[in-house]
């Protein structure tokens, strides 16, 4: 059964950093994609940063430059980095598995964590 088990969410001024982090369980990353969404009240779910086994990594437009997906394969955990946050930022921020193919499109992932509420005020 896999697990996804997210961590590092939390309250921060614009301008400011957090790490998320995902913990895998039951789940094999390589052959398969991850990555890190997120949904902001009202609004549609959306893809953030995505990245497969072999290291190719997929960004949202809005976070380039800022946000840095990465896996720590020996601890079966994906980290999303992200810096220079904005207010636009503030969502529930989910961890997902099982992608067949590098999308931010949401509905090509397979499993999915509890979500992780990010919140950046200005």
């Known amino acids: 059964q896999v697990q996804l088990v997210e961590s590092g969410g939390g309250s921060v001024q614009a301008g400011g950093s957090l790490r998320l982090s995902c913990a895998a369980s039951?789940?094999?990353?390589?052959?398969?994609?991850m990555g890190w969404f997120r949904q902001a009240p009202g609004k549609e779910r959306e893809g953030v940063a995505v990245?497969?086994?072999?290291?190719?990594?997929v960004y949202a437009d809005s976070v380039k430059g800022r946000f840095t997906v990465s896996e720590d394969n020996g601890k079966n955990t994906l980290y999303l980095q992200m810096t220079s946050l904005k207010p636009e930022d503030t969502a529930v921020y989910y961890c997902?598995?099982?992608?067949?193919?590098?999308?931010?499109?949401?509905?090509?992932?397979?499993?999915w964590g509890q979500g992780t509420q990010v919140t950046v005020s200005s």
């Open positions: 997902a598995a099982g992608g067949r193919v590098l999308s931010l499109n949401y509905l090509r992932y397979n499993y």
């Open positions: 039951g789940y094999t990353y390589s052959s398969n994609c």
């Open positions: 990245s497969d086994s072999d290291g190719l990594t």
